[in-house]
């Protein structure tokens, strides 16, 4: 495969063909610009990797095992060369990401948590803390405000998360983004700490357990290279990270969670790794929901979905307003996958951070502790975009998984791609019937979701494989065992066996042993669970005479028109032999081992002819002469 160099989004262009033969120094020179590019590689990242992007003047920043590339700063005058290096698959641009948004009692506050019927999950005891403790959300964002007093209890104050921005386990929020996006996917049902309960608001999945993975700066913006590292993290990888403010290496374990959400992206394809790593993450289990992007037009035509969003391993998620019509800015494209509440979204912020206006709403009654004339760690806010859709699915993702799942998808596995499925089939259609670039499945459904993965699964029949047996005895029935052992239940147990030929119950129990006649039998199995669902599967049973190692051939012709077939066989012990034609006996003649059949019919015909030892069942295989 031609190795690629593709430095989509930076203002500087490369001279030089990616064919051509490198002879490139394989240092900077003076006043050589570094470039910030992913370096897929044709097999793990190691030792020799590393020293090979050092060799070309490169500082490296991450060294993946989610996919095999190196994120790192090259100078300008190496890529080439880089690119050129046989065990390079691609050398792409580091490209900026944005975060996806359009700013402008506490269930009320929030209209989206309730327009999507996640109270009427809560108060069934289901909040997204699972059997074995809260499900786990990664908010890959600007980070998180983990003190905020509608998140905190939320948050593990022994992991975090990581921010790989400053490369330290403080994923503190500096823009307050990430900490609107965490409030809306799992903000406690609280009453705001009892700060002030009339400005809290509870989120999706309000007992979660809530990860701060921060790529973003303090205006909104971040690279792909922290982005994939993040979503390493994501699938509890230990991880080599390369400080480049130190040069410090550092070793980082990751967390294995089950949700991330991205309310971030861009529309230029950032290449082979990123999707590669998004890929293998879904692939690993992480249920991956990200923001569609808001470049939609008025009339919501046109396909303008961004990355991540846009890949198949992660669910895109479109803005509806409180009247379930589309967010005029809401990007638009058959990659569309499912819409949640997105406009004038309140949810919890940082405190008042340089964003956009309005300025956000802060109780009085806490401390100023950073000294802005604002208290930190209690402040909400309204906002807009598809960055406030997307942890709206995330969080019925978690309460999915909190009520537990079956093989909903029937693939035999039971993972994150059965959660994908029940957020699909449970929205309320919107738009076009069916799936709609605008809407995707419809509107996320909390409700339906939780009842869609709760209800009994049909079980599955299996009648095992079909049979062939023989008649040993020559009495024209044999007895056979049938195995209906491979039906199964995900969701439950198999309580009866019914197995029927026709519309006749032959027996019941997983294992009969049933006799059959000479012939061709289709058995039919019926599996009913504990639940009443029922499943059927069939088998062919096949019941043949023992074999009389008598052998006939046959050969067809005609004389003055007229049909005549001769016949040779061999293995007969018994003095006469009975011929048989379409399963008649047409004469008994001497056993010498021939016959001359005279039909004397003229036109055409199909005749089946088979030698029996005289007046017995012990006959030759079956011959056919067409004319």
Not at 461 to 488: K, M, P, R, Y
């Amino acid at each position: 495969m031609k190795n690629s160099i593709s430095i989509l989004g930076l203002a500087l262009l490369l001279a030089f063909p990616v064919g051509a033969s490198t002879s490139f120094a394989a240092v900077k020179s003076q006043n050589d610009q570094l470039i910030r590019v992913l370096i897929g590689f044709d097999k793990s990242v190691g030792a020799s990797e590393q020293a090979l992007v050092r060799a070309y003047g490169g500082k490296i920043k991450y060294s993946y095992s989610i996919v095999n590339a190196i994120a790192a700063q090259v100078p300008e005058s190496a890529l080439a060369g880089l690119a050129h290096n046989p065990h390079v698959t691609a050398v792409e641009a580091d490209d900026t990401v944005y975060a996806a948004d359009v700013f402008d009692t506490e269930l009320d506050n929030a209209w989206g948590v309730k327009h999507i019927q996640s109270a009427d999950v809560h108060v069934t005891g289901n909040k997204g803390a699972g059997v074995d403790g809260g499900v786990k959300i990664g908010i890959i964002d600007s980070g998180v405000n983990y003190l905020h007093p509608d998140l905190n209890d939320n948050f593990d104050s022994l992991n975090l998360g990581y921010d790989f921005y400053y490369y330290d386990y403080d994923p503190m929020d500096v823009y307050g983004h990430g900490t609107h996006v965490a409030g809306t996917a799992c903000a406690e049902d609280n009453d705001n700490g009892n700060a002030d309960p009339k400005l809290g608001v509870v989120g999706v999945a309000p007992s979660c357990n809530l990860y701060s993975l921060r790529v973003l700066n303090e205006d909104g913006v971040g690279y792909w290279s922290d982005i994939i590292a993040a979503v390493e993290w994501s699938t509890g990888a230990t991880m080599q990270i390369e400080n480049v403010f130190t040069g410090e290496m550092l070793t980082v374990q990751g967390l294995e969670l089950d949700v991330i959400n991205l309310s971030l992206g861009k529309d230029r394809d950032p290449g082979s790794t990123v999707k590669q790593a998004f890929d293998n993450a879904e692939a690993q289990g992480v249920v991956i929901v990200a923001a569609v992007g808001n470049s939609g037009t008025v009339n919501g035509k046109g396909s303008n979905v961004i990355y991540p969003a846009k890949y198949d391993s992660v669910i895109a998620v479109a803005a509806t307003d409180s009247n379930n019509t589309r967010a005029s800015f809401s990007s638009t494209g058959d990659k569309v996958e499912i819409a949640a509440p997105g406009v004038n979204v309140y949810s919890t912020w940082n405190d008042n951070a340089g964003y956009y206006d309005p300025q956000p709403v802060c109780t009085g009654t806490l401390t100023d502790i950073n000294g802005d004339g604002q208290p930190d760690g209690e402040c909400y806010k309204y906002g807009s975009g598809t960055s406030m859709a997307s942890p709206h699915v995330a969080g019925v993702a978690a309460l999915i998984i909190a009520a537990g799942y079956s093989d909903y998808n029937g693939d035999g596995v039971i993972n994150n791609r059965d959660v994908r499925a029940i957020l699909d089939a449970s929205a309320t259609d919107l738009g076009i019937t069916g799936r709609d670039p605008q809407f995707g499945y419809g509107l996320v459904n909390a409700l339906l979701a939780v009842q869609t993965a709760g209800a009994n699964i049909t079980p599955k029949a299996n009648a095992g494989a079909d049979q062939t047996v023989v008649d040993f005895d020559g009495n024209n029935v044999e007895n056979v065992i049938l195995d209906g052992s491979s039906s199964s239940d995900s969701d439950g147990s198999i309580v009866s066996y019914e197995w029927y030929e026709g519309a006749t119950l032959l027996a019941t129990g997983v294992s009969p042993t049933l006799p059959f006649a000479l012939g061709n039998h289709t058995v039919t199995l019926t599996v009913t669970d504990n639940e009443g669902a029922m499943a059927n599967d069939s088998v062919q049973i096949n019941v043949v005479a023992e074999s009389s190692g008598v052998t006939l051939s046959t050969v067809g012709y005609k004389v003055k028109g007229l049909m005549k077939a001769d016949l040779s066989w061999s293995g007969a012990t018994s003095g006469n032999v009975d011929v048989y034609r379409n399963g008649s006996v047409i004469t008994t003649t001497a056993n010498d081992g021939t016959y001359t059949d005279s039909i004397n019919q003229r036109g055409g015909g199909t005749f089946t002819y088979k030698i029996c030892e005289a007046g017995t069942s012990v006959c030759s295989n079956e011959s056919v002469v067409t004319f």
